[in-house]
């Protein structure tokens, strides 16, 4: 039995994988007469957020308002070269009142921050403290792959599931952890 998600090394990689992005002061999302949500940060920080017309053929998320906004951070990673950055947002936080949209940037090559585009969870109308991660940056190698598909009878399914679950599945647990899982570091 998986007792919490830190059992799951796999779900605890996805946690702690990369470098995150924090709101640098609280903001604060209120809902005008007219229906437009408008964003208030504190003072210092008029910058960080703004609203942005929807990028046209782009279509807006399940659940989330037309309208949306942008993140403006101060600051780009620099990767080695041969390197990109995946920008997503945080996995796996569904807790969050947004939704910030995914990209890659060649950050080998452009360093500059951008504005990275976000959407608002359909009725919210409220705080965003301060420390709130707002996207996950994870280093990613360029590389050229090539798929290859192989395919399997229903006997070579069934054999190849009952060797993993063989050598995975035991009483007392964790033995992809213990024999299989490397951890991942990002300082």
């Not at 993140?71 to 990767?79: K, L, Q, R």
Request: aromatic share 18%; glycine share 8%; hydrophobic share 30%.
């Amino acid at each position: 039995p998986v007792r919490t998600f830190r059992s799951c090394s796999g779900l605890l990689d996805i946690f702690i994988s990369g470098y995150m992005y924090v709101t640098p002061c609280n903001i604060t999302f209120k809902k005008n007469n007219d229906g437009t949500t408008f964003v208030k940060t504190e003072p210092g920080y008029e910058d960080f957020v703004g609203s942005r017309q929807p990028m046209q053929s782009f279509p807006t998320p399940i659940g989330c308002d037309d309208y949306h906004f942008h993140w403006y951070p101060n600051w780009a990673p620099s990767v080695p070269d041969g390197y990109s950055v995946m920008y997503i947002h945080p996995i796996n936080r569904f807790d969050l009142p947004f939704l910030t949209v995914a990209g890659i940037i060649d950050s080998d090559k452009y360093t500059m921050p951008g504005l990275m585009p976000f959407f608002l969870k359909e009725g919210f109308s409220g705080l965003i403290p301060k420390g709130t991660p707002y996207a996950q940056i994870i280093p990613i190698k360029r590389e050229d792959w090539t798929s290859e598909h192989i395919y399997y009878t229903n006997q070579e399914m069934y054999d190849r599931h009952v060797a993993t679950t063989d050598k995975y599945r035991v009483a007392y647990g964790g033995i992809y952890k213990q024999k299989t899982w490397e951890k991942k570091n990002y300082e």
